[in-house]
């Protein structure tokens, strides 16, 4: 029964945030400081990530595709993988621990030292300067992001494939590029945008209703990384079957 | 927010814009979307691996996509295939080309590949269907691979087997050339050997004529008086043109027989060559040896040579007579009768037509003289002395006859002697030497002619 009572109050929040998001006056000033904290500080985690997901997947694949002899596919094999699921879902994940912690700790630490009332009491719509803010600076962070562990993956792959074959850097990218379709590309990016989405909304919840004093506060940020992660890994198979039923394979 | 970290924010969205835009274009670009295009058809049969968006390429260069693959309305009809490919690659593009669907690699995608058409050949326009050939699948490759090996293996198998035959009717070709040259060259050496036997013989002949010749010339002898008779000296002539031509004959044809040898043996000569030169050469020594024989067989019977022939040992007992014969004209200064009596009572038995036969008695009674007899030369002359009693009964010559018959055709077929060294004398009853010593005797008498140089301790006369 609690959890029921959850799940639909998460999904009144849900529901009031996109309204919200849409709905005059927009908190501009707040949404671009919170996607610098968001986005821009998320930078080189993500970098770095990419980089290092984008090595390992290249040595995995070369050791696949080489026992076939196909070591001039491993370009277009890492590019698919990095592009379709890969990248997506790895930026997800780590920007769900990153941001999601980050925000739960945040509006939970406002909600007991009673900021977030105090905003009311001036006057200030503390949703809409609070959540909706943050929901849609991840909603932007993710696809910009998720590109930048695309490009940093394959990069990662590139310094692996030219430290065995010396292959030239545009015609590794070119190479890759060939089994790369628009219905790879963009269905995979923008569906980041629902997994930032979830990830500022379940993050904004958890901190936004959190209770028992500081100890309230360290469990909104546990519970937000964790609830985000799952509700984000159930989405992406929702989206993929999606992407799927509109461009099958 | 100070303008620091609004600058930051910029570059994030814009980096992250960039990067994202950069995936499209190189995409796009890929996919041709930002040049002029043009779009061509082709058909196939079945479209393996194909799919919209698969690559097309002409002579190996990315060149466009596919854009549609229709299915065919009946069974026997095509897939029908549309393309989007690059205006610059056109010209390359003409009616006669070819589009084929192939795949890179075992692993690879599969992709179209056009050939490049002939310069004779014009552009394709936009719209236009180009020939499709049907991809090759790896199944169908080891099939044909498979059916290809079979057909080797029995290819194989059948040259092996057509060898073998060739190489064993070669050597049974090669035998049989053996065979033949041995036996030409036998035949060849025999006939040579024979031809310079016969010449020598027919030289000395002649020499010996021309001794007697001369003697007769000089006027000795009763001969001499005869060389008046024009007639006789026209003769003689005849008869020494004759033994010439006969032995320039010879020469020539042994001289034919040696370059027929030298032609087989040289480097140009050929069979055929040799075997119609073989032929030739053996009719004419055919037509010499009967010239010669006839020739020799004139001058046996001439009576200026008669007995230069008697004393060799030439004998025609057609022209002796029974007197003559008994009185040892055979046998001159040279040569010694060996004569073996046999009864025939031993030898004969009569059938009850009057008919005689030879006994198996008489049989091993023969045996036993020859086997006394084969010890002397093979060429001494045997003649079968045949004798009958007028007791007898009937003509005692034809018995005689009879009886000399039989066992001369039972030596002929036992002894394998010479017809023409062994012949019969039929004398009736009268037996001058006979050891029943009344001058007569019944049966025969195997009278063997050995010369005096080869005669060694034999009894001149037995009885068996």
Redesign the interface.
Known sequence: MHLLVVVGEAARFAGRVIVESVRPPYEFRETLRQLFELGCRSVPLIAASGFAVGIVLSMHTRASLARFGAEALIPAGLAIALVRETGPLTAGLLLSGRIGAGIGAELGAMKVTEQIDALEATAVDSFRYLVVTRVIACVIALPLLTSLMNFTGMFGGYVAETSITGTPFQAYFRQAFTAIEFSDLIPATLKTMVFGFIIASVASYLGINTNSGTEGVGRASTQSVVASSILLIAANVLLVRIIFFFYPV | ?NRM??A??G???L???L??G???F???D??LLFVEQFEINSTFGKVTGLEV?T?VTVAGLAAGEVLEITLPSRPSDRFHVRMRLREDVRHLIRADSTAGVQTD?????AFIQISVGTDASPPVTAGDTITGIDPIEFADLIQEGRDTFRTVSQEIIDLQDDVSGAVAALTETVETANGVIENVGQDLETLTATGSRIATDVEGTIADLRVTVNDVGNGQGSIGRLLTDDTLYERLTGIGSEAQLAVRNLRETTDRARAAVEGFTGPNGTSQQISQTLRNTLAEVQEVTSDLAEGTEALKRNFLFRGFFRQRGFFDLDTISTQAYQAGILEGDDRTALRVWVDAGVLFAVDPDGVQRLTEEGRRRIDSVMADLVRYPRDSPLIVEGYADASEGGAPYLRSVDRAQLVRGYLLQRFRRQATLTDIMALGESAPDSPRGDGRWSGVALTLFVRNDALGAFANTSTR
């Open positions: 927010m970290r609004s930051l924010v570059a994030f969205v980096v992250g814009l990067l994202f950069t995936g499209l190189l995409i796009g890929r996919r968006g690559a690699g075992i692993v690879g995608n």
